[in-house]
Nanobody, 131 residues
Framework: QVQLVESGGGLVEPGGSLRLSCAGT????????IGWFRQAPGKEREGVSC????????YYADSVKGRFAITRDHAKNTLYLQMNSLNSGDTAVYYC????????????????????????WGQGTQVTVSS
């Protein structure tokens, strides 16, 4: 049974950093594409970042490029999202998700990960950026 559990969220001041973790069980994370998504109050869920299986290619939403980094620890079967230079626009519930496919689904118009079509989601972790 595929399960994803996020952790690492919290309250941080603008300009600060957080590292989110997504622990996977029931599957071998390095064999599949997996991504980070977020949903702010009153807004639709959006893609933040994704890492593919095929060649480990990474994809980012324009709003987080240069500030966020997605990585995987194969030994721990865990996905990470290092978030730096956080601002109020990053406040949201963050989720990791996979559809057990090999490639990331990317929106052609924006180059950001497409949040649709994922079968397995974690419960989410809240990130609040505020002074």
């Amino acid at each position: 049974q595929v399960q994803l559990v996020e952790s690492g969220g919290g309250l941080v001041e603008p300009g600060g950093s957080l590292r989110l973790s997504c622990a996977g069980t029931g599957f071998t994370m390095r064999s599949y594409a997996i991504g980070w998504f977020r949903q702010a109050p009153g807004k639709e869920r959006e893609g933040v970042s994704c890492i593919s299986r095929r060649d480990g290619s990474t994809y980012y939403a324009d709003s987080v490029k240069g500030r966020f980094a997605i990585t995987r620890d194969h030994a721990k079967n865990t996905l990470y999202l290092q978030m730096n230079s956080l601002n109020s626009g990053d406040t949201a519930v963050y989720y990791c998700a996979t559809d057990l496919g090999s490639g990331c689904k990317i929106l052609q118009a924006t180059g950001a990960p497409d949040p649709k079509g994922y079968d397995y989601w974690g419960q989410g972790t809240q990130v609040t950026v505020s002074s």
